[in-house]
Protein backbone atom coordinates (compact mmCIF):
# COMPACT_ATOMS: atom_id res chain seq x y z
CA UNK A 1 0.00 0.00 0.00
CA UNK A 2 0.99 3.28 -0.65
CA UNK A 3 0.79 6.60 1.85
CA UNK A 4 0.39 9.98 1.88
CA UNK A 5 -0.52 13.33 3.93
CA UNK A 6 -4.03 14.22 4.28
CA UNK A 7 -4.45 17.38 2.76
CA UNK A 8 -1.76 20.25 4.71
CA UNK A 9 -2.16 17.70 7.91
CA UNK A 10 0.94 15.60 8.97
CA UNK A 11 -1.69 12.55 9.09
CA UNK A 12 -0.72 9.41 7.12
CA UNK A 13 -3.11 8.08 5.48
CA UNK A 14 -3.48 4.93 2.38
CA UNK A 15 -4.29 6.14 -0.76
CA UNK A 16 -7.12 3.70 -0.83
CA UNK A 17 -10.54 4.77 1.45
CA UNK A 18 -12.25 1.91 2.68
CA UNK A 19 -15.93 3.05 2.33
CA UNK A 20 -18.47 1.49 4.37
CA UNK A 21 -21.61 2.28 3.67
CA UNK A 22 -22.74 -1.42 2.67
CA UNK A 23 -21.94 -3.01 5.78
CA UNK A 24 -25.46 -3.59 7.37
CA UNK A 25 -27.74 -3.15 3.61
CA UNK A 26 -25.82 -5.59 1.65
CA UNK A 27 -22.75 -6.86 3.84
CA UNK A 28 -23.65 -8.78 6.89
CA UNK A 29 -21.53 -8.09 10.12
CA UNK A 30 -19.19 -11.19 10.03
CA UNK A 31 -18.47 -10.25 6.08
CA UNK A 32 -18.09 -6.63 6.98
CA UNK A 33 -15.65 -7.11 9.82
CA UNK A 34 -13.63 -9.81 7.26
CA UNK A 35 -13.54 -7.33 4.75
CA UNK A 36 -11.92 -4.76 7.69
CA UNK A 37 -9.96 -6.99 9.03
CA UNK A 38 -8.30 -7.63 5.10
CA UNK A 39 -8.02 -3.70 4.33
CA UNK A 40 -5.83 -3.42 7.28
CA UNK A 41 -3.80 -6.38 6.23
CA UNK A 42 -3.35 -5.00 2.93
CA UNK A 43 -1.96 -1.47 4.32
CA UNK A 44 -5.85 0.39 4.46
CA UNK A 45 -5.25 2.31 7.07
CA UNK A 46 -8.30 4.73 6.63
CA UNK A 47 -12.33 3.99 6.94
CA UNK A 48 -15.01 6.44 5.94
CA UNK A 49 -18.38 6.11 7.61
CA UNK A 50 -21.17 8.07 8.54
CA UNK A 51 -23.56 8.15 11.12
CA UNK A 52 -27.02 7.41 8.89
CA UNK A 53 -25.31 4.62 7.19
CA UNK A 54 -27.47 2.05 7.72
CA UNK A 55 -30.14 3.88 6.84
CA UNK A 56 -34.42 3.84 7.73
CA UNK A 57 -35.15 2.21 10.39
CA UNK A 58 -31.36 1.27 10.50
CA UNK A 59 -29.43 4.37 10.79
CA UNK A 60 -26.25 3.98 13.14
CA UNK A 61 -26.03 0.11 12.25
CA UNK A 62 -22.89 0.41 9.81
CA UNK A 63 -20.65 2.42 12.65
CA UNK A 64 -22.27 -0.04 15.22
CA UNK A 65 -20.57 -3.22 12.86
CA UNK A 66 -17.43 -0.94 12.74
CA UNK A 67 -17.37 -0.36 16.98
CA UNK A 68 -17.68 -4.02 16.98
CA UNK A 69 -15.03 -4.87 15.11
CA UNK A 70 -13.17 -2.45 17.42
CA UNK A 71 -14.16 -4.47 20.37
CA UNK A 72 -12.40 -7.41 19.19
CA UNK A 73 -8.89 -5.59 19.76
CA UNK A 74 -5.76 -6.69 17.81
CA UNK A 75 -4.60 -2.85 17.58
CA UNK A 76 -7.30 -2.65 15.20
CA UNK A 77 -8.82 1.19 15.95
CA UNK A 78 -5.19 2.26 17.16
CA UNK A 79 -4.15 1.14 13.32
CA UNK A 80 -6.87 2.85 12.36
CA UNK A 81 -7.96 6.39 10.79
CA UNK A 82 -11.32 6.45 11.80
CA UNK A 83 -13.80 9.03 9.51
CA UNK A 84 -17.36 9.47 9.76
CA UNK A 85 -19.87 12.37 9.19
CA UNK A 86 -22.60 14.43 10.61
CA UNK A 87 -25.67 16.25 9.36
CA UNK A 88 -28.77 13.80 8.35
CA UNK A 89 -31.84 13.12 10.13
CA UNK A 90 -31.43 10.24 12.39
CA UNK A 91 -34.64 9.60 13.24
CA UNK A 92 -35.95 6.11 12.35
CA UNK A 93 -39.21 7.05 11.29
CA UNK A 94 -38.11 9.69 9.21
CA UNK A 95 -39.50 12.73 11.29
CA UNK A 96 -37.15 15.32 12.43
CA UNK A 97 -37.36 16.82 16.27
CA UNK A 98 -35.91 20.05 16.31
CA UNK A 99 -32.29 20.53 16.23
CA UNK A 100 -31.73 16.63 15.91
CA UNK A 101 -30.07 16.87 12.20
CA UNK A 102 -28.24 19.31 10.44
CA UNK A 103 -24.87 21.14 11.73
CA UNK A 104 -26.19 23.01 14.83
CA UNK A 105 -23.68 23.40 17.76
CA UNK A 106 -26.48 21.77 19.39
CA UNK A 107 -26.59 18.53 16.95
CA UNK A 108 -23.01 18.22 16.56
CA UNK A 109 -22.00 18.14 20.01
CA UNK A 110 -25.06 15.17 20.28
CA UNK A 111 -24.09 13.50 17.08
CA UNK A 112 -20.38 13.32 17.90
CA UNK A 113 -21.56 11.53 21.51
CA UNK A 114 -24.09 8.84 19.85
CA UNK A 115 -21.35 8.05 16.68
CA UNK A 116 -18.72 7.86 19.51
CA UNK A 117 -20.82 4.72 21.58
CA UNK A 118 -22.19 3.19 18.69
CA UNK A 119 -18.39 3.34 17.02
CA UNK A 120 -17.02 1.70 20.50
CA UNK A 121 -14.32 4.36 20.84
CA UNK A 122 -12.84 7.49 22.42
CA UNK A 123 -12.39 9.15 19.38
CA UNK A 124 -13.41 10.38 15.89
CA UNK A 125 -10.22 11.05 13.78
CA UNK A 126 -11.95 13.01 11.23
CA UNK A 127 -15.10 14.36 11.34
CA UNK A 128 -17.00 15.46 7.99
CA UNK A 129 -19.72 17.57 7.70
CA UNK A 130 -22.26 15.14 4.98
CA UNK A 131 -23.33 18.32 3.72
CA UNK A 132 -23.88 22.49 3.88
CA UNK A 133 -26.33 23.90 6.11
CA UNK A 134 -27.55 27.06 4.64
CA UNK A 135 -28.90 27.97 8.20
CA UNK A 136 -25.71 27.52 10.29
CA UNK A 137 -22.92 30.23 10.38
CA UNK A 138 -19.52 29.14 10.69
CA UNK A 139 -19.09 30.84 13.56
CA UNK A 140 -21.38 28.42 15.40
CA UNK A 141 -19.68 25.03 13.42
CA UNK A 142 -16.20 26.09 14.49
CA UNK A 143 -17.11 26.97 17.95
CA UNK A 144 -18.75 23.42 18.24
CA UNK A 145 -15.61 21.80 16.84
CA UNK A 146 -13.19 23.92 19.00
CA UNK A 147 -15.06 22.41 22.18
CA UNK A 148 -14.72 18.85 20.86
CA UNK A 149 -11.18 19.01 20.02
CA UNK A 150 -10.10 20.38 23.21
CA UNK A 151 -12.06 17.18 24.88
CA UNK A 152 -10.33 14.98 22.44
CA UNK A 153 -13.47 13.66 21.11
CA UNK A 154 -12.31 14.97 17.39
CA UNK A 155 -8.81 15.22 15.97
CA UNK A 156 -9.43 17.24 12.68
CA UNK A 157 -12.59 18.03 10.90
CA UNK A 158 -13.68 17.90 6.88
CA UNK A 159 -16.59 18.23 4.13
CA UNK A 160 -18.57 16.45 1.93
CA UNK A 161 -20.54 17.81 -0.81
CA UNK A 162 -19.36 21.08 -0.41
CA UNK A 163 -19.29 23.71 -3.32
CA UNK A 164 -15.98 25.56 -4.01
CA UNK A 165 -16.98 28.98 -2.31
CA UNK A 166 -17.91 27.42 0.93
CA UNK A 167 -14.67 25.84 1.68
CA UNK A 168 -12.79 29.02 0.99
CA UNK A 169 -15.93 30.70 3.34
CA UNK A 170 -15.11 27.92 5.95
CA UNK A 171 -11.31 28.02 6.06
CA UNK A 172 -11.36 31.70 5.82
CA UNK A 173 -13.70 32.17 8.65
CA UNK A 174 -11.52 29.14 10.76
CA UNK A 175 -8.09 31.51 9.78
CA UNK A 176 -9.77 34.51 11.50
CA UNK A 177 -10.32 33.04 14.10
CA UNK A 178 -7.18 31.43 15.41
CA UNK A 179 -5.92 28.34 16.59
CA UNK A 180 -9.07 26.43 14.43
CA UNK A 181 -6.68 24.60 11.73
CA UNK A 182 -10.25 24.41 9.81
CA UNK A 183 -11.48 22.07 6.92
CA UNK A 184 -8.82 19.45 6.00
CA UNK A 185 -10.50 17.38 3.40
CA UNK A 186 -13.73 17.37 0.79
CA UNK A 187 -15.24 14.17 -0.02
CA UNK A 188 -16.82 14.77 -3.35
CA UNK A 189 -18.61 13.29 -6.12
CA UNK A 190 -15.69 13.20 -8.81
CA UNK A 191 -14.60 10.36 -10.95
CA UNK A 192 -13.80 10.02 -15.11
CA UNK A 193 -17.55 10.22 -16.24
CA UNK A 194 -18.22 12.99 -13.55
CA UNK A 195 -15.43 15.84 -13.55
CA UNK A 196 -17.73 18.56 -12.49
CA UNK A 197 -15.31 19.11 -9.50
CA UNK A 198 -12.50 20.35 -11.77
CA UNK A 199 -14.53 23.41 -12.25
CA UNK A 200 -14.13 25.02 -8.00
CA UNK A 201 -13.89 22.17 -5.73
CA UNK A 202 -10.73 20.84 -6.30
CA UNK A 203 -8.92 24.21 -7.19
CA UNK A 204 -10.42 25.32 -3.88
CA UNK A 205 -9.41 22.50 -2.14
CA UNK A 206 -5.72 22.56 -3.20
CA UNK A 207 -5.67 26.18 -2.39
CA UNK A 208 -6.39 25.65 1.33
CA UNK A 209 -4.71 22.60 1.54
CA UNK A 210 -7.43 19.89 1.73
CA UNK A 211 -7.01 16.39 0.73
CA UNK A 212 -9.87 15.46 -1.57
CA UNK A 213 -11.47 11.94 -1.06
CA UNK A 214 -13.45 11.44 -4.14
CA UNK A 215 -16.76 9.48 -3.60
CA UNK A 216 -18.38 7.31 -6.72
CA UNK A 217 -15.17 6.37 -8.27
CA UNK A 218 -16.70 3.96 -10.25
CA UNK A 219 -20.03 6.18 -10.97
CA UNK A 220 -22.11 3.67 -9.69
CA UNK A 221 -20.57 0.93 -11.88
CA UNK A 222 -20.98 2.48 -15.19
CA UNK A 223 -16.62 2.45 -14.86
CA UNK A 224 -16.23 -0.92 -13.96
CA UNK A 225 -17.10 -2.78 -17.38
CA UNK A 226 -20.79 -2.39 -17.03
CA UNK A 227 -21.38 -3.22 -20.46
CA UNK A 228 -19.27 -6.07 -20.78
CA UNK A 229 -20.91 -7.89 -17.56
CA UNK A 230 -24.56 -7.15 -19.24
CA UNK A 231 -23.45 -8.86 -22.77
CA UNK A 232 -22.13 -11.80 -20.69
CA UNK A 233 -25.79 -11.83 -18.37
CA UNK A 234 -24.01 -10.32 -15.13
CA UNK A 235 -25.27 -8.07 -12.86
CA UNK A 236 -26.99 -4.85 -14.43
CA UNK A 237 -26.65 -1.41 -14.30
CA UNK A 238 -28.99 0.49 -12.03
CA UNK A 239 -29.17 3.34 -9.76
CA UNK A 240 -26.97 6.22 -11.49
CA UNK A 241 -25.06 4.12 -13.99
CA UNK A 242 -28.61 2.69 -15.16
CA UNK A 243 -29.85 6.47 -15.39
CA UNK A 244 -26.71 7.68 -17.59
CA UNK A 245 -26.86 4.33 -19.87
CA UNK A 246 -30.44 5.77 -20.56
CA UNK A 247 -28.56 7.78 -23.08
CA UNK A 248 -27.35 6.72 -26.47
CA UNK A 249 -24.44 8.99 -26.41
CA UNK A 250 -23.38 8.79 -23.02
CA UNK A 251 -23.58 4.69 -23.50
CA UNK A 252 -21.24 4.89 -26.92
CA UNK A 253 -18.80 6.96 -24.35
CA UNK A 254 -18.81 4.10 -21.94
CA UNK A 255 -18.44 1.44 -24.38
CA UNK A 256 -15.64 3.34 -26.38
CA UNK A 257 -13.78 3.41 -22.53
CA UNK A 258 -13.87 -0.53 -22.42
CA UNK A 259 -12.48 -0.73 -25.81
CA UNK A 260 -9.75 1.25 -25.26
CA UNK A 261 -9.00 -0.82 -21.82
CA UNK A 262 -9.66 -4.08 -23.97
CA UNK A 263 -6.81 -2.84 -26.31
CA UNK A 264 -4.50 -2.14 -23.24
CA UNK A 265 -5.76 -5.45 -21.62
CA UNK A 266 -6.66 -3.18 -18.43
CA UNK A 267 -10.19 -3.80 -16.10
CA UNK A 268 -12.19 -1.09 -16.16
CA UNK A 269 -12.94 -1.03 -12.44
CA UNK A 270 -8.95 -0.57 -11.57
CA UNK A 271 -8.26 1.72 -14.13
CA UNK A 272 -11.09 4.11 -12.90
CA UNK A 273 -9.38 3.53 -9.47
CA UNK A 274 -6.12 4.28 -10.81
CA UNK A 275 -7.07 7.22 -12.92
CA UNK A 276 -8.25 8.97 -10.05
CA UNK A 277 -4.92 8.30 -8.54
CA UNK A 278 -2.76 10.63 -10.94
CA UNK A 279 -5.43 13.72 -10.44
CA UNK A 280 -3.75 16.72 -8.58
CA UNK A 281 -4.95 17.54 -5.41
CA UNK A 282 -6.61 13.89 -4.38
CA UNK A 283 -5.92 11.72 -1.49
CA UNK A 284 -7.76 8.78 -2.89
CA UNK A 285 -10.52 7.41 -3.86
CA UNK A 286 -13.04 5.61 -1.38
CA UNK A 287 -13.88 2.05 -2.46
CA UNK A 288 -17.14 0.39 -1.11
CA UNK A 289 -16.65 -3.63 -1.51
CA UNK A 290 -19.51 -5.75 -0.91
CA UNK A 291 -17.40 -8.37 -0.98
CA UNK A 292 -13.59 -9.41 -0.63
CA UNK A 293 -13.29 -10.34 -4.22
CA UNK A 294 -13.89 -6.57 -4.88
CA UNK A 295 -11.54 -5.64 -2.02
CA UNK A 296 -8.52 -7.43 -3.71
CA UNK A 297 -9.80 -5.54 -7.55
CA UNK A 298 -9.65 -2.43 -5.79
CA UNK A 299 -6.00 -3.04 -4.22
CA UNK A 300 -4.69 -3.84 -7.34
CA UNK A 301 -5.12 -0.10 -9.01
CA UNK A 302 -2.26 0.94 -6.63
CA UNK A 303 0.02 -0.24 -8.38
CA UNK A 304 -1.12 0.03 -11.73
CA UNK A 305 0.69 2.73 -14.04
CA UNK A 306 -1.32 4.27 -16.38
CA UNK A 307 0.28 5.08 -19.88
CA UNK A 308 0.08 8.93 -21.78
CA UNK A 309 -0.89 7.27 -24.50
CA UNK A 310 -3.81 5.74 -22.30
CA UNK A 311 -4.38 8.95 -20.42
CA UNK A 312 -4.48 10.79 -23.40
CA UNK A 313 -6.99 7.93 -24.47
CA UNK A 314 -9.20 8.28 -21.38
CA UNK A 315 -9.45 11.98 -21.18
CA UNK A 316 -10.80 12.01 -25.34
CA UNK A 317 -13.56 10.06 -24.31
CA UNK A 318 -14.01 11.75 -20.85
CA UNK A 319 -12.90 15.19 -21.35
CA UNK A 320 -13.07 17.62 -18.63
CA UNK A 321 -14.19 20.92 -18.25
CA UNK A 322 -10.61 22.49 -18.63
CA UNK A 323 -8.85 24.48 -16.04
CA UNK A 324 -10.76 27.16 -14.34
CA UNK A 325 -11.52 29.98 -14.92
CA UNK A 326 -10.38 29.81 -18.34
CA UNK A 327 -13.02 27.29 -19.00
CA UNK A 328 -15.88 29.12 -18.56
CA UNK A 329 -14.90 32.39 -18.48
CA UNK A 330 -12.96 32.58 -22.01
Known amino acids: MKYTQLGRTGLKVSRLVLGTMNFGPQTDEADSHAIM ?15 VYGWGENKGRTEEIIGNWFAQGGDRRDRTVLATKVYGNMGADGEVWPNHDKLSAVNIRRAVDASLK ?26 AVDVLVQQGKILYAGSSNFPGYKIAQANELAARRGGTIGLVSEQCLYNLAERRAEMEVIPAAQEYGLGVIPWSPLHGGLLGGVLKKEATGGRRASGRAADTLADPAARARVQAYEDLLDK ?7 TALAWLLTRPGVTGPIVGPRTAGQLASALRAVELELSGELLAGLDEIFPGPGPSPEAFAW
Do not use: C, M, S
Open 37 to 51: DAALDAGINFFDTAN
Open 118 to 143: RLKTDRIDLYQFHHVDRNTPFEEIWQ
Open 264 to 270: HGLEPGE
